[in-house]
Nanobody, 116 residues
Framework: QVQLVESGGGLVQPGGSLRLSCTAS????????MGWYHQAPGKQREMVATISNGGIANYGDFAKGRFTISRDNAKNAVYLQMNSLKPEDTAVYYC??????????WGQGTQVTVSS
């Protein structure tokens, strides 16, 4: 079983930046994908960005050019650098871990609020 612990959310003004961190522990498979999803009130959860253990990244269209996902395999950690934040980025951000043939794991979520 895998556990995920997220940190780094908070309140930021429009145009500001935040960096989210997520660390996985437990039974980690070497081949895996970690990523970030967000969910705003009344909306479905959607993919922000994912990154494979080999470093291949995918981004939601709204995140391209503003957000950067990275990971440290030695630490089983994934990061999301968010720049040029907009009010519409306000949501709960969830970390996710998946491995082939395994049920994925969600973190508890961290609130990001973009407001002046």
């Amino acid at each position: 079983q895998v556990q995920l612990v997220e940190s780094g959310g908070g309140l930021v003004q429009p145009g500001g930046s935040l960096r989210l961190s997520c660390t996985a522990s437990g039974r980690i498979f070497s081949i895996n994908t970690m990523g970030w999803y967000h969910q705003a009130p009344g909306k479905q959860r959607e993919m922000v960005a994912t990154i494979s253990n080999g470093g291949i990244a995918n981004y939601g269209d709204f995140a391209k050019g503003r957000f950067t996902i990275s990971r440290d395999n030695a630490k089983n950690a994934v990061y999301l650098q968010m720049n040029s934040l907009k009010p519409e980025d306000t949501a709960v951000y969830y970390c996710r871990y998946t491995a082939p043939g395994r049920i994925g794991t969600w973190g508890q979520g961290t609130q990001v609020t973009v407001s002046s």
